[in-house]
């Protein structure tokens, strides 16, 4: 009787010990959850903000009156305007996703604006090409690119080369 009295003291304690660290845990899973819930808020709050400046850039983008086409840090086209998609003949919803590398001008052309779009990032500040000469069907354009280390890419296109557009922005 003795023998059971002392097993059944040490398994009380075993269990009054798992009852302490039972209770420690469920407090660090509480505060865990707290913790979850605010940065789930702060990324929700993050999240709107960049939908609203995604949809400022679309805006800005639209009112300018040249083709004007802008991407993310990786050469991913976010957005472009209705000038950019007449000039190229292509559709809004298929071009957001599409590499700068895949815009339809001659190669060589296409491969500087990768070259250029990667040294802006990797020196990061900007860098600009001048007065690109590139031919869409049978017309040709002249346009200026600007690259910035933030990941932004506007491509202005200067037609007459008057009324020459000056924009900038950050990511």
Same mark, same amino acid.
């Given at each position: 009787?003795c ?8 398994a009380i304690?075993q ?6 660290s ?7 899973l509480?505060?865990?959850?707290e ?10 709050? &993050?999240?709107r ?27 991913t086209?976010?957005?472009?305007n209705?000038a950019a ?13 599409m590499?700068l ?9 296409s ?6 779009h990667?040294?802006?990032l990797e020196?990061g500040?900007?860098?600009?090409l001048?007065?690109?000469?590139? &031919?869409?069907g049978?017309?040709i354009?002249?346009m ?21 557009v000056?924009?900038?922005?950050a990511?």
């Open positions: 009787l023998l059971v009295s002392d097993r059944l003291q040490k304690g269990l009054q010990l798992a009852n302490v039972l209770r420690a845990t469920r407090q660090e509480r505060l865990l959850d913790q979850l819930d605010i940065m789930n808020q702060e990324a929700e709050v &993050l999240s903000e960049i939908v609203r400046l995604r949809d400022s850039y679309s805006h800005t983008l639209n009112h300018v009156p040249h083709p004007a086409l802008m991407a993310d840090e990786d050469g086209i976010e957005a472009w209705d998609q007449e000039l190229f003949d292509l559709a809004a919803v298929s071009s957001t996703g590499d590398c895949e815009i339809p001008v001659q190669p060589a052309l491969k500087t604006i990768s070259r250029k990667r040294a802006a020196r500040h900007p860098l600009t001048k007065d690109q000469v590139i &031919l869409v049978r017309t354009h002249h200026d690119v600007q690259f910035t280390s933030q990941g932004l890419v506007i491509f202005i296109s200067c037609p007459a080369r008057d009324g020459a000056d924009l900038s922005a990511s």
